[in-house]
Nanobody, 126 residues
């Protein structure tokens, strides 16, 4: 069982930057696929970004490409989502996730991820 603990987020202004963190309880995630999703009120979780830490490949939703970046600190066993040039439409609850080792695709749906963080609210005020 892998536990993911998120930190970061909060209330920011348009154009600001925020970094979300996702610390894992197991080092097995260092070779897994991890992702970030967000959820708007009354909506399903939507894909934001994913990374395969074995290959180094990353994928981003079109809506965040060039503004959001996913990275990892192996020493801290922590994944990050750096969010730049934030817009009001980025306001959502953001979740990190980790997949079991046999799940390697970067376009996995939320149902294919096994482990989830508790979520972090990001509110972008204009």
């Amino acid at each position: 069982q892998v536990q993911l603990v998120q930190s970061g987020g909060g209330l920011v202004q348009v154009g600001d930057s925020v970094r979300l963190s996702c610390a894992a309880s197991s080092r097995s995630v260092a070779s897994s696929v991890q992702g970030w999703f967000r959820q708007f009120p009354g909506k399903e979780r939507e894909f934001v970004a994913a990374a395969d830490w074995s290959s180094g490949d990353r994928a981003y939703a079109d809506s965040v490409k060039g503004r959001f970046f996913v990275d990892r600190d192996n020493f801290k066993n922590t994944m990050y989502l750096q969010m730049n040039n934030l817009k009001p439409e980025d306001t959502a609850v953001y979740y990190c996730a980790a997949a079991r080792s046999m799940y390697r695709r970067l376009d996995m749906t939320s149902e294919e991820y096994a482990y989830w963080g508790q979520g972090a609210q990001v509110t972008v005020s204009s």
